[in-house]
């Protein structure tokens, strides 16, 4: 079986993209990429193929015809590594938000603590470089939010910087998670949570990207605020 791999979902990130591959690449810890690109425009996806040829065993591309939404981009990701046998699984953005160095820190904990390790912004205080504090307090009050009606006993339940062991994946049934944005990353750690897999959060410092556009907009908050009670009501009914 193989070990390790993250993936990346990307729409746009020309300007990201390759220093968050050749990042990934440097660590001591060996860890492959698979990039889910949504048939970006800018030509990431083009830019991801070119530095494959490097890293010819190690950087994998899988490129989707339109902008289909991250949970999805996400699902079919996770589902190509699992295909391929990979044991550990990571999602990271593309934009340096997530620190590449970070990804050991978070395997270390999978491999010897946890089925989910979750890099989390709000575990010890708050921490959070570059946002302006309408956001941060968007971000907070909304996992304050999630663990209210979840009961879910983890501080940051929108993190999107995670390892999952493959057999999280494989039991979760990926097949029905059709949430986008910060819906998405809480049916993740509910579905786990509910299937009573062990979440442990790893501080991280999380910072706010410095290059492209963010695909943040108010229907994925929205899909947020009302996909958690529809979380919850599924499990009320043994749905989930």
Known sequence: MKQNIVVIPTFNEIENIADILYAV???????????????SPDGTSEKVLQIA????????????????????????????????NYEYIFEMDADFSHNPNDLPKLLEVCKN?????????????????????????????????VRFVTSMNVMDTTAGFICYHRSVLEQINLDKIKFVGYAFQIE?????????????????????????????????????????????????????
């Not at 902008?67 to 590594?81: D, E, I, M, R, S």
């Not at 979750?118 to 304050?144: D, H």
């Open 25 to 39: 690449m440097k660590l001591d810890t060996p860890i492959d990429i698979l990039v889910v690109d949504d048939n």
């Open 53 to 84: 040829e490097e890293f010819p065993d190690r950087i994998f591309l899988l490129k989707r015809m339109k902008k289909n939404g991250l949970g999805t981009a996400y699902v079919a990701g996770f589902n190509w590594a699992l295909k391929h």
């Open 113 to 145: 603590v946890a089925d989910v390790a979750i890099g989390s912004r709000y575990v010890k205080g708050v921490n959070v470089v570059n946002w302006p504090l309408s956001r941060v307090l968007l971000s907070y009050f909304a996992s304050v939010y």
């Open 188 to 240: 993740m750690k509910y579905r786990a949570f509910s299937r009573n897999f062990n979440l442990v959060e790893v501080p991280i410092i999380f910072t706010d990207r410095t290059k492209g556009k963010s695909k943040m907009s108010g229907s994925i908050i929205k899909e947020a605020v009302f996909g958690v009670l529809q979380l919850r009501f599924k499990k009320l009914f043994n749905k989930l």
